[in-house]
């Protein structure tokens, strides 16, 4: 059984899905029970390849089930008079966009990209002790841009000065680039929680935004 707590759950991400099954965002389950109770939204569950699609009051019908027999497979919202899973996945019903392709350049995805760790050292840094530097030093001519920004750590970043890798006599750990789809999603997918997000996602073409 899930030993987080109810708030704690409704801070859980949740894959939206538009009409057509096609992926989205990543959204919080706070504000996915909020659809589901609007009925905006229905429940997509997924297991070894077969779905089945609930709305709210179903979900919460088939969530006393689980409860009972695979309770340890989710986390929980308990309420006063029941207990519901939070869902994995979700289904927009009446809303068919399709997801844009551009991954947004911005800090979160700055340090999801480089894994947190500096590229320099190779060494991962809680965020807090990281920072990001422009390659080519902007006073040479450096553009922020995806390739070339890096993570990295504050001893590094003051080795490295105002110069290029080569004038520091630094190497990267690889060469930083645009990332084909959101980083922060490719995170997430490391977790168990969010395996069944795998399916809904092609890696080499959708780019989910994180909102």
């Not at 030993?3 to 991400?13: E, F, V, Y």
């Not at 029970?33 to 019908?61: P, T």
């Not at 009972?68 to 989710?74: G, V």
Request: aromatic share 10%; net charge positive.
């Amino acid at each position: 059984m899930s030993s987080i707590t109810s708030q704690q759950a409704l801070d859980c991400r949740v894959l939206v899905l538009n009409k057509h099954y096609l992926a989205l965002r990543v959204i919080c389950a706070r504000r996915a029970f909020s659809l589901l109770c609007r009925n905006l939204a229905e429940v997509v569950w997924c297991d070894g390849g077969a779905y089945a699609n609930y709305n709210f009051q179903s979900w919460k019908e088939v969530s006393e089930a689980k409860r009972t027999f695979e309770a340890h497979k989710y986390d929980w919202i308990s309420t006063v008079n029941f207990d519901i899973a939070v869902p994995r996945v979700i289904r927009l019903l009446c809303y068919d966009r399709l997801p844009g392709k551009s991954v947004k350049f911005n800090r979160r995805n700055l340090f999801a990209r480089d894994n947190s760790h500096c590229q320099y050292c190779g060494k991962k840094f809680p965020l807090s002790d990281l920072s990001l530097d422009h390659v080519i030093p902007r006073r040479l001519g450096g553009e922020t841009t995806w390739d070339n920004i890096v993570c990295a750590c504050m001893k590094c970043n003051v080795k490295k000065g105002g110069r290029t890798p080569t004038q520091a006599g630094m190497k990267l750990v690889r060469t930083p680039e645009k990332p084909r789809r959101n980083p922060v999603i490719h995170v997430h997918l490391n977790h168990e929680r969010y395996s069944s997000w795998k399916q809904f996602l092609d890696h080499a073409y959708w780019s989910v935004e994180l909102t």
